[in-house]
Each structure stands twice: as structure tokens, then as C-alpha cells.
């Protein structure tokens, strides 16, 4: 069998860019093999397997796109060094050697010879779509990070898997009796394996889709809702063109039904829905959650400062941000609790942290309001609320938003330690104090965010 090269083609003053497209590449012997390499045959990355082949000096240039044949009319993807003659194969996932036609090699090369403008015409999508899911994978990852390819080329990942599962979803988590009490709501049906056949398109979505899965054959409430609060923030930033009509719509009906599932979701669910209707681009700013920054002191009143406050609604919770005359900013959130509701809030999330931005001119920081639950005087009105105070931004105004899905005790240690620290520094309150003292105290005697909320805490 002979070896299949790829026709190098110039544009302008431009190199061809032939390297790795997979993390793992091994040099094969210059002989044909009669078939694949034996398991610990092939030596990679040069001995060093944890490095990543598409980011070795090696590969910096001089490598054209081939065909490893592997006998019997089967070919790998691979490279020749056009001076040394040295040839890799590329590996995949599990080791082995990435499987392609002689026509998606073409594809590839086509690819790679008009890096990074490169563009597919509709029978040359048809040849990539046509060709394994590791190939597709790997084309889109290396076009994703280092091109800009128009979205519909995203939709040659198999959007049916995602499809299947959004929908065994929603109808698992519209039976919540079911999954809180009765039989497994999934059924018997396999498990539906995302793996990371997606990660092109961004926002790592499907492994919090995994999650939820998991989550709901398990009759686990709290890694659904871990998983749910994932899901919707992870929706919320996605380049919603990139996956196909139906995706979007399934998605968007499971993110419907994580909201009125848990009501706390509210917000985050109808930004990720709005993002998977209305497509990439980001939202345009509420005005109610603008404010400007320089007030004149107060002519008379008791304290003599002027202060001045906008609310506006992220179900379930009213945000407000008052700015006053002192240079100073407070954003506060607040909403109605059940008894039921306080309940599940504390075994769920045992405590509530609600991502919020405040940003200027100078840029945008995040902060964590903790929320504890309040009563009225006489005990019949139950809610849950929480308030940061911090100096204004640089500029003329201040704006301020919630930023995500309230998370819980699960997801605290995995929070920022700059972000945790300036909250537990702008808190206004003795309770959200003990709250923060209360999530420390959560997380293994030596974790470095003990420190953070501890020494914030003084």
C-alpha cells in the first residue's frame, strides 16, 4: 500500500500549518506496517505522554498532513517531515491510532493549507461529517481555538445524543414525585455517554448534562441541583449558533423544567433560555440596573448624605443598588420563602451564594451575596436575603446584576479565592458573617478557602 500525502498548497505568503491535531503523537517506523501497532509499541510525545503533541517545538514546522496505512485499506491520521522523512501517527482518547478515509484526509489538508481561513464547502462537510467522531473532534477543537469557523460547522457533532438525554431529562424531572420516592425515573435505559464529543462548541455544558443524569438515576437531590445550577449558567455563556435548531430547543425546555423544579433557578434558567432562542449574542444591559456614581450631599435629613436606590427582579429574588454620596455602593437580594422551601434550601444547598457582577469603567467584579433566611416580627413571613457594601468603581456610573445560579455548600470550595475574600469583606451584617462562617466550616480541616473566609473574616 502506498502512502498517502497531502498536496501542499500556498496562499499568498503564507505557510501551510501541518501539526498534531490530537494531544498524543508517535513516530512510526519509515516501512509500511502489514497492521496497527501492537499496545506499548508506539513511543509518545517522544517518551513524555503527559505533554501535548500540538504544542511540542518538534512540530513547529516543516510537517506536511499523510496517511499512515495501517494494511488491508485501513489509514491513520498522521505527518511527514518533508526533510527528515520522519512520520507520526496521531492517537486518540484511548491510544489508538485515529482512523480516516482517504477523502477526509483531503478535507483536513484543505484545512491546514488555508490555516486560519480555512472554510468547507458543502461536499467537503459532507466528506468530514461522513468521517469518525474523533475526527470531527478533533478538526473542530483546533479550529475552535485557533480559527474563526462559522457556527453551522459545529453541527457536525452528533447533536442527537444531547438531544436524547435533554428529553429523557425533562421527562424524568416533570414526575418530581417520582424521582423523589418512586421507581428510577430514566428507567431502563443505558446510559447515554456525552464524553467530551462536544467540548468544540464551548461552555462544557454536556458534562453538567452528564451530572444531571447521574443525579436523577441516583434519586440524588443534591447533585441535581448542583448539576442543574451548572447547566444553566454554563447555557447562559454559550455560543448558542453552534449547535443545531432542535438542540436548542430541547435544552430550553429542560432548563424550563429545572426552573420550575427549583425556583432559585429562575434567573439563570431565562438567560440560558433566552441565549438558546435568541442565538450568541449577549443580552443588552437592564438600564434599571444603572446608576451614576456622583451624588450631591444631602441638603437637610438626619444623617445629611444623599443616597439613591434602584430594584429591579431576577425571579425569584428583587436586587437593589443604592449608591450614595459617601463614595459607597450596597447590592442587596431578596425573596419569599415557604416552609417547605426553607427546608429544602437547607438540605440542598445548606447555605445560599448568589453570584453577583458590579462593574464600571475600569471593568467588572464578581461577588458572592450569602443569604440567610429571615422572618417578619410575628414569625408568618419567611424570606431569604443577603447585602455586600463596597466602595464605587472608577467612572461615572455603577452597574450591578446577578451573574449565575445560586450555588451551595457542594460547589463553595471551588469558588475563587480573591472573589470569596472581597465578599466576606463587603458584608453588611453580623448573620452573614456566621453564614460564611458556616460554609468554612463545611469544607476539610486544611483547605485553603477556610483560610480565605477566616482571615477575611477579622
Not at 436524547?164 to 446510559?191: E, F, K, M
Not at 438558546?276 to 451614576?292: N, Q
Amino acid at each position: 500500500m502506498t502512502e498517502h500525502h497531502a498536496t501542499e498548497h500556498r496562499t499568498g505568503n503564507s505557510v501551510p500549518v501541518h501539526r498534531p491535531l490530537s494531544v498524543w503523537a508517535a513516530s512510526v517506523p519509515s516501512s509500511a506496517p502489514t497492521g496497527p501497532p501492537r499496545p506499548g509499541t508506539l513511543i509518545v510525545n517522544d517518551g513524555d505522554e503527559r505533554a501535548d503533541a500540538r504544542r511540542l517545538p518538534k512540530f513547529a514546522h516543516g510537517w506536511r498532513r499523510t496517511a499512515i496505512p495501517l494494511g488491508a485499506d485501513r489509514l491513520a491520521l498522521g505527518l511527514v517531515h518533508t526533510r527528515t522523512g520522519e512520520r507520526v501517527v496521531e492517537l486518540g482518547g484511548t491510544a489508538a491510532p485515529v482512523l480516516i478515509s482517504d477523502a477526509g484526509l483531503r478535507v483536513v489538508a484543505h484545512l491546514e493549507d488555508h490555516w486560519p481561513n480555512a472554510s468547507l464547502d458543502e461536499a467537503q462537510q459532507g466528506v468530514l461529517g461522513a468521517e469518525s467522531m474523533e475526527v470531527r473532534r478533533l478538526v473542530l477543537a483546533r479550529l475552535a481555538d485557533e480559527g474563526r469557523p462559522p457556527a453551522a460547522l459545529f453541527h457536525l457533532l452528533p447533536w442527537h445524543l444531547v438531544d436524547r438525554l435533554a428529553n429523557a431529562l425533562s421527562t424524568a424531572l416533570l414526575g418530581r414525585d417520582a424521582l423523589d420516592t418512586g421507581p428510577d425515573p430514566s428507567g431502563t435505559d443505558p446510559v447515554i455517554a456525552l464524553r467530551n464529543w462536544f467540548s468544540p462548541a464551548g461552555s462544557r455544558f454536556t458534562a453538567a448534562l452528564e451530572q444531571l443524569d447521574e443525579g436523577v438515576r441516583a434519586h440524588d437531590r443534591g447533585l441535581v441541583r448542583v448539576a442543574a445550577a451548572s447547566l444553566c449558567t454554563r447555557l447562559g455563556a454559550l455560543d448558542a449558533d453552534r449547535l443545531p435548531a432542535g438542540t436548542r430547543a430541547a435544552l430550553a425546555e429542560l432548563v424550563d423544567v429545572l426552573a420550575r423544579d427549583d425556583r432559585f433557578l429562575g434567573h439563570a434558567a431565562a438567560v440560558a433560555a433566552a441565549r438558546l432562542h435568541g442565538g450568541h449574542a449577549a443580552p443588552s444591559r437592564d438600564p434599571a440596573t444603572v446608576m451614576a456614581t456622583h451624588l450631591a450631599d444631602a441638603a437637610d435629613g438626619p444623617s445629611g448624605i444623599r443616597r439613591e436606590r434602584t430594584e429591579f427582579e431576577r425571579p425569584p429574588f428583587t436586587v437593589r443598588l443604592t449608591v450614595s454620596a459617601t463614595g459607597r455602593c450596597t447590592v442587596s437580594a431578596r425573596a419569599t420563602l415557604t416552609t417547605d422551601e426553607r427546608d429544602r434550601l437547607a438540605r440542598e444547598y445548606g447555605a445560599v451564594l448568589l453570584p453577583v457582577r458590579i462593574s464600571g469603567r475600569d471593568g467588572a467584579r464578581r461577588y458572592w451575596l450569602v443569604l440567610q433566611v429571615t422572618s417578619s416580627p410575628d414569625g408568618g413571613t419567611l424570606g431569604l436575603s443577603g447585602a455586600i457594601s463596597t466602595h464605587l468603581p472608577e467612572g461615572d456610573f455603577v452597574a450591578a446584576d446577578v451573574d449565575g445560579a445560586p450555588l451551595g455548600l457542594a460547589e463553595a470550595g471551588l469558588l475563587d479565592g480573591e472573589e470569596v475574600e472581597r465578599s466576606v469583606r463587603a458584608v453588611t451584617a453580623y448573620g452573614a458573617h456566621q453564614q460564611w462562617e458556616h460554609v468554612a466550616a463545611s469544607l476539610p480541616a486544611n483547605h485553603p478557602m477556610r483560610g480565605v473566609i477566616e482571615r477575611a473574616s477579622r
